[in-house]
């Protein structure tokens, strides 16, 4: 597939915030499970919820770059199933952000950052993803059509 500008900027974008996405869920959960292990926590609802809000941060970085190949030859599955894994982690973190009461001490600019580079990132993809969907129709069509 001929190589367009959308499609190289949306493959930047996933090189850039991929790793990004990747090392917030494992910097997370690094944090998580080293305090865990300092403190001899029990395994809990608590403990599991942190751990898997770190796996959920982690996944769209690691599907990104899994699929960065894919992307630059403007696949478009490549690009629904980057767009699938960034929406439940934006999902996530709206949630996430509708809660009224946050303790500061606990939670602070790092998740505003985390939902501003997911939704830059959905906005990139979802974007190319339209772009190439509309694109393959267009070739498809029949001239009568056009």
Known sequence: MTQTWPVRFATL????????????GGGHLYGIISVALGNDAELDYR??????TGLLMALPGLVSLTCLRWL????????????????????YLTL????????????????NMAAMA???????????WCYLVLRQRHALATPADR
Do not use: F, H, N
């Not at 403007?74 to 894994?85: D, E, N, P, V």
């Not at 959905?122 to 974007?127: F, P």
């Open 96 to 111: 996430l952000l509708s809660i009224k009461v946050r303790d500061s001490s606990k939670v602070g600019s790092e998740l």
């Open 47 to 52: 403990l599991v919820s942190l751990i898997t």
């Open 118 to 128: 997911v939704a830059v990132y959905l906005a990139v993809m979802i974007s190319v």
């Open 13 to 24: 974008t996933a090189a850039l915030l991929g790793p990004l996405m990747l090392l917030m």
């Open 72 to 91: 630059w030859q403007g696949r478009i599955w490549a690009y629904a199933t980057c767009i699938l894994s960034a929406s439940t982690l934006m999902a």
